[in-house]
């Protein structure tokens, strides 16, 4: 067995040491659910393919940082320009309203995510929308009718083999949940309408 006796745990050279190996904590993963043996598998290629330590900076703060970033990547990636948006609502329903990352035109935006190692290689190696975030991409459809494709782009500097992942998502693709969205929500505010009408004359 080696020993490394000059290692502190918790210090940065222990968690170096570690980083990509099997360890007690990952051995419990690998020998649970099915689910934790993927998450493990995952997380073991990203401590691999990551340069330095993952850091615990809060994902928003993280988000806000390396977005400008990911979108300047995006745009020599794809070739296309992307013009920064605050907030966006439907023309007829004003309480339907979502924030994309970037607009391309009127027919094509951006949704942007600086995951961490393990999401990062997880959308990589799967291909996929995470769950999460589906209907945070249905919704920019369900208020842009004019919206056609929408790139969900995932960023990670910190992983320099593949940096950036970039899904399409077309109109098409998604037309079922898309109607789903729209009535589910028209049905929904229509419900806090109504009730707020009775609670003003309460």
Not at 21 to 36: D, E, N, P, Q, R
Not at 54 to 65: C, K, L, T
Not at 105 to 116: L, P, Q, S
């Amino acid at each position: 067995m080696i020993q490394h006796n000059d290692i502190i745990q918790g210090t940065d050279n222990w968690h170096q040491l570690r980083k990509g190996k099997v360890t007690g904590t990952t051995l419990k993963a690998i020998m649970g659910t099915k689910k934790a043996k993927e998450e493990a598998f995952y997380e073991t290629i990203a401590q691999r393919l990551t340069t330095g330590l993952e850091s615990d900076e809060h994902p928003m703060d993280r988000g806000i940082r390396l977005e400008p970033d990911a979108i300047a990547m995006f745009e020599i990636e794809v070739g296309k320009n992307v013009t920064r948006t605050g907030f966006c609502q439907h023309d007829d329903f004003e309480n339907m309203a979502y924030s994309p990352d970037g607009l391309i035109g009127e027919t094509e935006d951006v949704e942007i995510k600086c995951m961490g190692g393990k999401n990062h290689i997880k959308l990589w190696l799967t291909n996929k929308v995470p769950k999460e975030y589906w209907w945070q991409i249905i919704q920019g459809f369900a208020v842009n009718p004019k919206l056609e494709k929408r790139y969900f782009v995932g960023y990670n500097p910190d992983i320099p083999v593949h940096p950036i992942h970039i899904i399409v998502v077309t109109r098409e693709m998604a037309l079922k949940d898309i109607e789903k969205a729209e009535v589910a929500q028209k049905e929904f505010l229509n419900e806090v309408e109504n009730k707020l009408l009775e609670l003003i004359k309460i």
